[in-house]
């Protein structure tokens, strides 16, 4: 099995350092708002690795951090009248809403950072005392990047180009414009914990290098997050947990392509910005799953309405090649599902393996009305594979017709049999009037040798 290692910037033969049992810890979310669809990227693709590597017999400890305290959360729930511990548990209960929507299974374990506070203050205190980290005169504390030799080596960015327009804004007391937090004084009227250094709460890095150390100790096999959070969140993370312990951090990064819009970088200043939510209120969470995972994980992915519109109907095709069959379910491991693993073990190639689902629904549709045995041999295989995905879980028929009222679907079949009484009595004029009503309704029809089928866009 290999995976791009972002730490080397090349694919890498993955070994685990226990055998069958892998140590994921993923940056989570702070939790101030709804999630947007860049959240979404990244928690799907954590999920699909997780549901690959089990199916593989692996034992995955998967754990997805939660940050409740921030600036962010502080100011939002200021700006609320609201306060801050029932602000971040209000999104976090939003978070797994929109996350169960989209069919994404909870990790093993989800540590906030305010239930991590000793972690977070023996971690610096241990910065303090080999001298890597300083309390200054405003009372934060921060971390000395230049006594961190390897400073850059996941960003792959250097001290000198850092240096390049760094400054001290005008609240700060740092030596050097380079130096980023680990504790935080407390302003009047903010939240706080009692520290070594007076009462403050944590930086965002030092979060999830006491996290992560809790959860698994000071190496594990693998650390991922959102491309957006390699420099500088995921280069400090490594400067101070290795710096504290002395011994490597993760020995493998991964990270999520970011999500654009039309082309464009998602921003709320464009107008471009979309939480989940929002999302699933035009398209189902399954075809939203099948959309993200169409792409390879490391690559941007676009998304429009035109983009999820094009990945539903090829889920529907999918679905379609299970409809009318009688699913036998797999137990052998098949020529299918052998090169499904081989192009997924290579850095989960899912294009490649969907293409494969592809290929399998064809075969099933070519021995749908001719062997019924074969057909539902290899339906078993395709409903087998699909399970690492987290699609084709529905009813064929209930997916292709969508979510719609019961009054709506006998509207539609009534026409359809209008249709196709037109069509037997070769009154094509009648019938193309029906098929263009129910297109109006959004209704696409396939005629196929069991009857016309049909599915809502």
Not at 6 to 16: A, D, G
Not at 65 to 90: F, G, H, P, V, W
Not at 284 to 296: C, D, N, P, T, Y
Request: aromatic share 10%.
């Amino acid at each position: 099995m290999k995976l791009y290692n972002s730490l080397t910037k090349q694919k890498e033969e993955f070994v685990p350092i226990k055998p069958q049992e892998i140590n994921l810890y993923v940056c989570g979310n702070t939790v101030y708002d709804y999630c947007h669809i860049g959240h979404a990227r990244s928690m799907l693709t954590f999920d699909f690795i997780t549901r690959y590597w089990r199916s593989r017999g692996y034992n995955v400890n998967y754990v997805r951090n939660i940050t409740d305290i921030d600036d962010k959360i502080i100011n939002r729930a200021n700006e609320n009248s609201e306060d801050y511990k029932t602000l971040a548990e209000r999104f976090i209960i939003a978070q797994d809403e929109d996350a169960e929507r989209l069919g994404i299974l909870r990790p093993n374990h989800e540590p906030k950072a305010t239930e991590h506070i000793t972690e977070i203050i023996t971690m610096t205190e241990t910065l303090i005392k080999t001298g890597v980290a300083y309390k200054a005169e405003n009372g934060d504390v921060y971390y000395r990047v230049r006594s961190f030799k390897d400073y850059g080596k996941l960003s792959h960015k250097t001290i000198e180009d850092l240096q390049v327009g760094a400054r001290i804004e005008a609240n700060e007391a740092k030596e050097d414009p380079l130096d980023f937090v680990l504790w935080k004084a407390a302003k009047v009227g903010e939240p706080f914990w009692d520290s070594p250094w007076g009462k403050g709460r944590p930086g965002w890095h030092i979060e999830c290098s006491a996290m992560s150390t809790k959860a698994f100790g000071p190496t594990f096999d693998i650390h991922g997050g959102g491309l957006d959070l390699k420099f500088p969140h995921h280069e400090n993370e490594i400067a101070q947990s290795e710096a504290a312990t002395g011994k490597p951090f993760a020995n493998y990064w991964m990270h999520a392509g970011l999500v654009q819009i039309n082309d464009e970088k998602m921003s709320k200043s464009l107008g471009n910005f979309f939480t989940i939510r929002e999302v699933l209120e035009k398209f189902s969470g399954e075809v939203i799953r099948f959309f993200m995972l169409s792409s390879h994980y490391r690559s941007p992915i676009n998304y429009s309405e035109e983009t999820v519109t094009a990945a539903a109907a090829a889920l529907a095709r999918l679905y379609n090649a299970l409809r009318d069959v009688v699913i036998i379910p797999s137990t052998n491991c098949s020529d299918y599902e052998n090169r499904f693993n081989q192009v997924l073990d290579d850095d989960f190639n899912t294009p490649e393996a969907l293409g494969i689902l592809f290929e399998l629904a064809h075969e099933i549709n070519r021995y749908k009305s001719d062997d019924v045995q074969k057909s539902g041999e290899l339906a078993g295989i395709l409903r087998k594979l699909t399970n690492v995905f987290g699609v084709l879980q529905q009813d064929p028929d209930s997916f292709l017709k969508g979510s719609i009222s019961t009054a709506e679907v006998q509207k539609i079949e009534h026409l359809i049999t209008q249709r196709n009484k037109a069509r037997a009595e070769k009154n094509w004029a009648l019938a193309d009037e029906v098929r263009a009503k129910l297109t109006a309704m959004g209704v696409n029809l396939e005629d196929t040798a069991q009857g016309t089928v049909w599915r809502k866009v």
